[in-house]
């Protein structure tokens, strides 16, 4: 199989990557970077959501280049990490998530317009993205049990809520974030996972909890153990890439697309 890889804060290249070759991917909505590659035997198309040394921030993102860069190289899933800071307490600062539930309510993109491909009326396959549960469940659990083998614990399971930036959220923003459900949150993954949805790409969303949101604990961390964490997070996720990818073999999307034909 053919893989795309999306990292965020604190990843700008990806570790045990083999054979790597740089090129641009022009598309529709600007051209982006990525790098195709090995791991072990798998083909891995990377790329930096932030782009090197956090050039974008997360109201700066360019999803939908990102994703049609993606596309075009016909990877066949795409695996999307991002820290994340932890609204529910049992999101333990320097645990990771297997998210299988998304709260996104906004649809946003970070100019504000509505997140999907279908902006023109009457156009070519148009349509609704129809699901259960927003993620791909075999790539889920394939990252999983894969998660056994970093050194981190592993929360199989939760609701990712995306929120805008690149402010992080007041205490009674997370309070609310928490009574809805939301296991942890960051500025970045919900374009994505709606992008890929309607593109019927299969795809799966892992975090690593740097923090606890906003009033969540009761005393808030120095900054520097958010920093060290997300410095941690790269070969963390490296080492669980390495070890789910390669046994992946077929995946499915989640739900599916009902479209007009004309």
């Not at 090197?52 to 999803?63: A, C, E, F």
């Not at 919900?190 to 969303?205: D, I, K, S, T, Y």
């Not at 120095?222 to 992946?248: D, K, N």
Request: charged share 20%; proline share 6%.
């Amino acid at each position: 199989m053919r893989i795309g890889v999306i990292t965020g804060s604190g990843s700008y290249t990806w570790p045990h990557e083999s054979d790597r070759t740089e090129r641009t991917v022009t598309t529709d909505h600007g051209a982006v970077t990525v790098t195709e590659g090995h791991l072990k035997d798998t083909e891995v198309v990377y790329l930096s959501r932030h782009g090197t040394g956090h050039h974008q921030l997360s109201h700066q993102v360019r999803h939908k280049a990102n994703l049609a860069a993606l596309l075009a190289c016909e990877v066949d899933a795409l695996v999307s990490f991002t820290v994340c800071g932890g609204t529910d307490p049992a999101a333990q600062p320097g645990s990771l998530i297997v998210f299988d539930d998304l709260y996104f309510p906004a649809n946003r993109l970070p100019d504000g317009s509505t997140c999907t491909w279908y902006d023109a009326p009457g156009a070519a396959g148009r349509g609704h993205w129809i699901f259960d549960r927003p993620f791909s469940e075999p790539l889920r659990q394939e990252l999983t049990a894969a998660a056994t083998h970093t050194s981190a614990p592993v929360l199989d399971g939760g609701t990712y809520g995306h929120v805008d930036g690149p402010r992080f959220n007041s205490r009674s923003e997370i309070r609310a974030l928490a009574q809805a459900g939301v296991t942890a949150v960051s500025q970045t993954a919900g374009p994505e996972a709606v992008l890929a949805g309607e593109a019927e790409l299969p795809m799966a969303l892992v975090g690593y909890v740097t923090d606890y949101a906003n009033g969540v604990a009761p005393e808030p961390e120095p900054v520097e153990a958010l920093l060290e964490r997300m410095t941690a997070s790269t070969e963390i996720f490296a080492t669980l890439a390495e070890q789910a990818l390669p046994a992946l073999e077929t995946v499915t999307p989640a739900g599916f697309v009902y479209r007009f034909g004309s």
